[in-house]
């Protein structure tokens, strides 16, 4: 194992720690890693991270200015250690920092995506289960993929309905209950998930080998399911393809549950900060960004605050 390598295992490690989640992090660091031990550089610079992404392939910029912000962090970690090392200058790819609009979910569509990852192929049947309970956690909860892959089977609290949060975003800990029905559903997949692996489980969502389902696997599951209902366009060779997310799932639950606020006539201003904790978001705004992305809810939050004048106007 070269010098590289070594050192990344110790960044992940030390990060993973503190409660950072590190999926996607980990799978740019590797890469780039693995293009520096392939040019025979033991040294991070300027220099590689641009041969690196000339070599990598197409991608926008502000998908590179993420990857740079990845590398750069790993890097100044290695300066720390080794001056020898150079930390890529921000300025490299400059980019601002753009939300792209979320796909939200028909509740058909989500009846569809469920239904078509029950019908997934296995060796064991564990795959279909998985991906079916997975995806349909996510859409009926709101959490984020890494929140959910990383449950064990002790953080799923059947009795009494709560999921467990151990590591969310930036390391915060926190209680999600659960409806009846989801409650069930879980205590159903954990009871036949045991029984086709012959022995409990510790981590919650297996993959077919009783191993945790990982993000890629995930990801992948899901890209299959959603070229299958027609959701993205077919792909050759495994590839993922382009379409909407599982992480837009989160974003149509989130959606979904501002818009009945406002169809029910509830508090707006009362409701955010229950699911600001809900979903785990460390601001208020980050969660109030749903009424800016989303047309419909605009436009419900626009006719609340016209009726809020003309009442005060009245008055």
Same mark, same amino acid.
């Not at 999921?163 to 559903?185: A, D, F, H, N, V």
């Given at each position: 194992?070269?010098?590289?390598? @070594?050192?990344?295992?110790?960044?992940?490690?030390?990060?993973?720690?503190?409660?950072?989640?590190?999926?996607?992090?980990?799978?740019?660091?590797?890469?780039?890693?693995?293009?520096?031990?392939? !040019?025979?550089?033991?040294?991070?610079?300027?220099?590689?991270?641009?041969?690196?992404?000339?070599?990598?392939?197409?991608?926008?910029?502000?998908?590179?200015?993420?990857?740079?912000?990845?590398?750069?962090?790993?890097?100044?970690?290695?300066?720390?250690?080794?001056?020898?090392?150079?930390?890529?200058?921000?300025?490299?790819?400059?980019? $601002?920092?753009?939300?792209?609009?979320?796909?939200?979910?028909?509740? !058909?569509?989500?009846?569809?995506?469920?239904? @078509?990852?029950?019908?997934?192929?296995?060796?064991?049947?564990?795959?279909?289960?998985?991906?079916?309970?997975?995806?349909?956690?996510?859409?009926?909860?709101?959490?984020?993929?890494?929140?959910?892959?990383?449950?064990?089977?002790?953080? %799923?609290?059947?009795?009494?309905?709560?999921?467990?949060?151990?590591?969310?975003?930036?390391?915060?800990?926190?209680?999600?209950?659960?409806?009846?029905?989801?409650?069930?559903?879980? @205590?159903?997949?954990?009871?036949?998930?045991?029984?086709?692996?012959?022995?409990?489980?510790?981590? *919650?969502?297996?993959?077919?080998?009783?191993?945790?389902?990982?993000?890629?696997?995930?990801? =992948?599951?899901?890209?299959?399911?959603?070229?299958?209902?027609?959701?993205?366009?077919?792909?050759?060779?495994?590839?993922?393809? $382009?379409?909407?997310?599982?992480?837009?799932?989160?974003?149509? *639950?989130?959606?979904?549950?501002?818009?009945?606020? =406002?169809?029910?006539?509830?508090?707006?201003?009362?409701?955010?900060?229950?699911?600001? @904790? =809900?979903?785990?978001?460390?601001?208020?705004?980050?969660?109030?960004? =749903?009424?800016?992305? %989303?047309?419909?809810?605009?436009?419900?939050?626009? $006719?609340?605050?016209?009726?809020?004048? !003309?009442? !005060?106007?009245?008055?």
């Amino acid at each position: 194992m070269s010098t590289l390598s @070594t050192e990344l295992d110790r960044y992940l490690t030390i990060r993973r720690s503190l409660g950072y989640d590190l999926g996607t992090a980990e799978r740019i660091l590797r890469r780039f890693i693995a293009f520096a031990e392939q !040019e025979g550089v033991e040294h991070i610079s300027t220099t590689l991270f641009l041969r690196w992404q000339e070599a990598f392939g197409q991608a926008n910029r502000q998908t590179w200015a993420n990857r740079l912000r990845t590398v750069r962090l790993f890097a100044q970690w290695l300066h720390g250690i080794d001056p020898r090392h150079e930390v890529p200058p921000q300025s490299l790819i400059p980019a $601002r920092c753009n939300r792209s609009r979320p796909y939200i979910y028909s509740e !058909e569509e989500i009846r569809r995506i469920v239904g @078509t990852a029950a019908e997934l192929s296995s060796i064991n049947g564990i795959r279909p289960l998985t991906c079916s309970i997975l995806f349909g956690l996510i859409a009926v909860t709101g959490l984020r993929i890494s929140e959910a892959l990383s449950l064990d089977a002790t953080d %799923v609290d059947l009795d009494a309905g709560i999921l467990i949060i151990r590591r969310g975003k930036l390391g915060k800990e926190r209680l999600l209950p659960l409806s009846k029905s989801t409650t069930i559903q879980l @205590t159903d997949y954990a009871r036949e998930r045991d029984r086709l692996l012959g022995i409990p489980s510790i981590p *919650f969502f297996v993959s077919d080998r009783g191993t945790r389902l990982t993000d890629c696997g995930a990801r =992948y599951n899901f890209a299959v399911i959603c070229q299958m209902i027609g959701l993205r366009p077919a792909q050759k060779y495994h590839k993922h393809g $382009r379409g909407p997310r599982i992480h837009d799932l989160r974003h149509s *639950f989130a959606v979904r549950t501002m818009i009945n606020w =406002y169809r029910t006539d509830k508090n707006p201003e009362q409701e955010v900060i229950k699911l600001t @904790t =809900y979903l785990g978001h460390s601001d208020p705004k980050n969660t109030y960004w =749903y009424i800016e992305a %989303v047309p419909e809810l605009l436009e419900l939050a626009s $006719r609340r605050a016209e009726k809020s004048l !003309e009442r !005060e106007e009245k008055s």
